[in-house]
């Protein structure tokens, strides 16, 4: 129900953009994410949106330089990641739930309904 486009290999300080077509979905969120997972590594908290109030939340990681936004027209929820560092390399996961409290949204745990996941390497 979750479709992630928009991975790929970039340079340091480079921009990737990586949207989420949430259009498939038979529900409707309480709030969106997305997280990001390196190997070897535990799924990492990267931004979520609430998806009724417009409620945008980073992690200290990415603050300043990932804006996450919605479409409302093409129901997507997009995220523009400037600045790219090599240790912003991972797989990127889409993630929303109907029900998940605010205090939970930074847990992986919290969230029912993924996509399947886009590389982005960021490596010269």
């Known amino acids: 129900q979750l479709v992630e486009f928009g991975g790929g290999l970039v340079r340091p300080g480079g921009s990737l953009r990586l949207s989420c077509d949430a259009s498939?979905?038979?529900?409707?969120?309480?709030?969106m994410a997305w997280f990001r997972q390196a190997p070897g590594a535990e799924r990492e908290f990267v931004s979520a949106f609430r998806w009724h109030g417009g409620n945008i939340y980073y992690s200290d990681s990415v603050k300043g330089r990932f804006t996450l936004s919605r479409d409302n027209a093409k129901n997507t929820l997009t995220l523009q990641m400037d600045s790219l560092k090599p240790e912003d390399t991972g797989v990127y996961y889409c993630?929303?739930?109907?029900?998940?409290?605010?205090?939970?949204?930074?847990?992986?745990?919290?969230?029912?309904?993924w996509g399947q996941g886009t590389q982005v390497t960021v490596s010269s």
């Open positions: 993630a929303a739930d109907p029900s998940i409290i605010l205090s939970n949204i930074r847990n992986a745990r919290g969230y029912n309904y």
């Open positions: 498939g979905r038979t529900f409707s969120p309480r709030f």
